[in-house]
């Protein structure tokens, strides 16, 4: 099985190692001569993990050419440009691939999640099914191999198993899943809520505040999950409460990092005018705003949220009208 990843970032590098690890036939593909080339020469990618050696049998290339022969492509890059290197390498591919989504999000105008993107964008000749590999994993510990699971979801289980196995290992578990709306959906609106989460600790709050955002949250993703046809049992899964938990506590997550700054200066002016990082929650939580509203799901946090990011709203403002909302039962 030859597998391509594209995407020489942090986690399309985590997850070529994973593969080398496995002694699988893999390469990855990226668009920055300076990563492609720290791989290659260092055996490291600095940009993204600094001081860490990275199995130096891992090749990196700049020829998508690459993909001609591959049965299996991972795409391992930001929701923004899964339509342009879907249809890139359309073109090239010469057989049915397995096409593996990694990135949490929303296509940014259709606002299709990532599986419709790519069935839209690869031919029916190329495409044998979307496997979405998602859960729980930041990249800073799954290349220094700690223990992580995370979930293949695919609506072909055969696709999903294959993925399953060629990922596995001791510091790698795989589960299957099928639910795929309710698992890409869980991991793209946790990004918002761990922007939110951030946000709250910048500010100053503390575990019982990090505890009930987790919880509400939790109760937002299943109502709009479920919406749209999710099941309930996969938020209470990896792609559910697994991703929710890791996102909203960790430093490592870039969603919870810029929230933090957020709160932390009371004002999103500065981070919205210096990052440069892949922050995946400020434009779902435009989506998922405009989605909620025009369908009539009620997800208080994720407008805050929205009315920080996009209409300027003080964060301390905003963490007060949640709670003096309107009193209710909690379920
Ligand atoms: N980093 C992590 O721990 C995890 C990230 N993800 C998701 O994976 C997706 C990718 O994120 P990261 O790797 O973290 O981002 P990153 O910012 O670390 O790297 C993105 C990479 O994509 C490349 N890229 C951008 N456009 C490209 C194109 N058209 N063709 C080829 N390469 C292109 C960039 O050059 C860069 O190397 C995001 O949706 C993220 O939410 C999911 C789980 C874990
Ligand atoms: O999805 C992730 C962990 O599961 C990565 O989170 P960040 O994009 O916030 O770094």
Redesign the pocket.
């Known amino acids: 099985m030859k597998t391509v990843v ?7 590098t ?1 997850l070529a190692q994973v593969l080398e690890d496995n002694q699988r036939d893999v390469i990855l ?4 001569k300076s ?1 492609v080339d720290d791989i290659n020469l260092h055996h490291k990618n600095s940009k ?1 993990f600094e001081d860490v050696s990275i199995n130096p049998s891992l090749k990196a290339t700049m020829d998508i050419n690459v993909v001609k022969e591959a049965d299996v492509v991972l795409l ?4 923004i ?1 899964i339509e ?2 879907c249809q890139q390498i359309d073109l090239l591919l010469t057989k049915k691939t397995i096409i593996v989504n ?4 929303f296509h940014p105008t259709t606002n299709e999640r990532m599986s419709q993107v790519i069935r839209r964008c690869i031919s029916a000749d190329h495409l044998s099914s979307v496997v979405s590999l ?1 859960g729980p ?4 510990e799954v290349i220094i191999r700690l223990l992580t699971t995370i979930d293949a979801v695919s609506l072909n289980e055969e696709d999903a198993i294959v993925v399953q196995q060629l990922f596995s290992n001791h510091y790698l578990r795989i589960y299957t899943g099928s639910d795929e709306v309710g698992s890409e959906l869980g991991v793209a609106i946790k ?1 918002v809520m761990a922007i939110a989460s951030g946000i709250l600790s910048g500010l100053g709050y503390q575990d019982n505040t990090r505890a009930a955002l987790i919880t509400r949250g939790l109760q937002e993703m299943i109502r709009y999950g479920m919406a749209f046809g999710g099941q309930q049992q996969t938020f209470m899964g990896l792609t559910g409460i697994g991703d929710l938990i890791v996102t909203c506590t960790s430093v ?1 997550s870039r969603n919870f990092s810029a929230g933090y700054q957020i709160g932390k200066e009371n004002t999103v002016e500065n981070f919205l005018k210096n990052n440069k ?2 922050v ?1 929650g400020v434009r779902t939580a435009k989506i998922v705003h405009n989605v909620s509203k025009a369908n009539g799901i009620d997800m208080p946090i994720c407008e805050e949220v929205y009315q920080i990011l996009y209409e300027g709203k003080e964060p301390k403002t905003c963490a007060n009208d949640l709670m003096l909302r309107e009193l209710k039962r909690e379920f």
């Open positions: 594209i995407g020489s970032g942090s986690w399309g985590a593909y990226g668009i920055e990563e993204y391992a890059v930001p929701t440009a342009s290197i990694v990135s949490k999000g998602i994993s930041h990249a800073e990004n490592h990082k892949t995946e």
